[in-house]
């Protein structure tokens, strides 16, 4: 069950970060509050598994690879990440959950906010369906 859950800038301690858990409906186990303050302790940032495994190494934390999957996707599907594909082979996640776009340039993420992209004309939307959302991503390469 997917809530609009919107990080506020806290300063993420334990217990802002089991608030945060609380208030998106996951039971804030010791492992989801140590990987929620990797992810989320950083501000605004995108990432993907691997890069918080090798922090949770770096950390001190033992926590498989396979246990960051299950509780990245499981923050995800309610709502505490926005979920960026790059490629078929590659997923990054995102902190910042609001409505906006990606800039890619190798592996570098950055945000464009809204304010900056104007949609002229958006295809016709098949029957029975509406826009949940627009994600566009601008891949960049070098100018040389």
């Known amino acids: 069950?997917?809530?609009?859950?919107?990080?506020?800038?806290?300063?993420?301690?334990k217990i802002c970060i089991m608030g945060m858990l609380r208030r998106?409906?996951?039971i804030p186990t010791k492992q989801r509050v140590s990987l929620a303050g990797l992810m989320f302790g950083k501000?605004?940032?995108?990432?993907t598994a691997e890069k918080i495994h090798e922090e949770a190494i770096s950390s001190n934390l033992h926590i498989s690879?396979?246990?960051?999957?299950?509780t990245i996707n499981h923050f995800n599907e309610y709502g505490l990440l926005k979920e960026v594909r790059i490629s078929n082979s590659k997923t990054y996640f995102d902190t910042n959950t609001t409505d906006h776009h990606h800039f890619i340039y190798k592996d570098t993420i950055s945000d464009i906010d809204n304010k900056e992209l104007k949609l002229i004309n958006?295809?016709?939307?098949?029957?029975?369906?509406?826009?949940?959302s627009i994600n566009i991503?601008?891949?960049?390469?070098?100018d040389n």
């Not at 501000?43 to 990432?47: M, P, S, T, Y």
């Not at 991503?137 to 070098?142: G, P, S, Y």
């Open 137 to 142: 991503t601008i891949d960049l390469v070098d």
């Open 43 to 47: 501000g605004k940032r995108h990432f």
């Open 1 to 13: 069950m997917k809530k609009n859950t919107k990080i506020q800038n806290y300063n993420f301690d």
């Open 24 to 26: 998106a409906d996951i």
């Open 65 to 70: 690879l396979g246990t960051i999957y299950n």
């Open 122 to 132: 958006i295809p016709k939307i098949p029957e029975g369906k509406k826009i949940k």
